[in-house]
């Protein structure tokens, strides 16, 4: 939990964290390659980017007859993967040992598999037990759901939390829980013209080393501590 009144830092996992986007997209094209022609298949991945694989299956079904074990089939595949690679974003340890703000993670991924990225990553006794999948509400992003019920457990308002986000997806859904957003645009999945985007739907910024991240969540919490100083002194 964070003390009162301070920040929280909550990151997105792929494509934050760990730089796994590239590797489920290439498992899902090539499972998907034994039912979908080749056009269907891009399309479906340029789609997906930052929904969960039930998600994007769900959508994909109702165009495409697809196997039952679909969903199953890739999970699978993705996990074994997963376990695999080296998968932790250049610098993102050293980032985040140098943050002192407490640190909390948020993402679509399945509890099981955030748990794997979080520890494949080398990051477990940084993060802690202070992730958060969609699996505990009701609604995934782009919805802001899963990102109020972090902020609730950590007792953080959202006002004070500082996201770093890679997709639209997830940006949406931490804009409309009312916190501030960073577009982190140094994965290997980020599409031409994705940093644009970002910016349109209301982020504050992008970056995309690692190396840069201290100083911004810095300027967060110094902000933070002028505004709590200001209201203090209006009171």
Not at 16 to 21: G, Q
Not at 56 to 81: D, F, G
Request: charged share 20%.
């Amino acid at each position: 939990m964070s003390t009162p009144g301070s920040g929280l830092l909550i990151c997105d996992c792929d494509g934050v964290l760990v730089d796994t986007e590239h590797l489920v997209a290439s498992v899902m094209s090539d499972v998907l390659a034994a039912w979908l022609d080749a056009e269907q298949v891009e399309r479906t991945l340029a789609s997906g980017f930052g929904k969960q694989i039930e998600q994007i299956m769900e959508e994909l079904a109702v165009q495409a007859e697809l196997p039952a074990h679909s969903v199953e089939l890739i999970n699978q595949r993705v996990n074994e993967v997963l376990a695999d690679a080296d998968i932790a974003i250049p610098g993102i340890g050293t980032a985040l040992a140098a943050i002192s703000l407490p640190v909390a993670v948020v993402s679509n991924s399945h509890t099981d598999r955030l748990r794997l990225s979080i520890e494949a990553a080398g990051l477990a006794s940084r993060v802690q037990d202070h992730y958060f999948s969609a699996d505990l509400v009701r609604r995934p992003k782009p919805f802001p759901d899963v990102y109020l019920h972090a902020s609730e457990v950590m007792g953080v308002p959202p006002q004070h939390c500082l996201v770093i986000e890679d997709s639209l997806a997830g940006a949406r859904a931490a804009l409309a829980a009312g916190m501030t957003v960073w577009g982190f645009v140094g994965g290997s999945h980020i599409p031409q013209g994705h940093v644009a985007a970002l910016m349109q739907l209301g982020v504050t910024g992008v970056f995309g080393d690692m190396a840069e991240l201290p100083a911004l969540v810095q300027q967060f919490a110094d902000g933070l501590k002028t505004r709590q100083k200001m209201m203090s002194k209006q009171k």
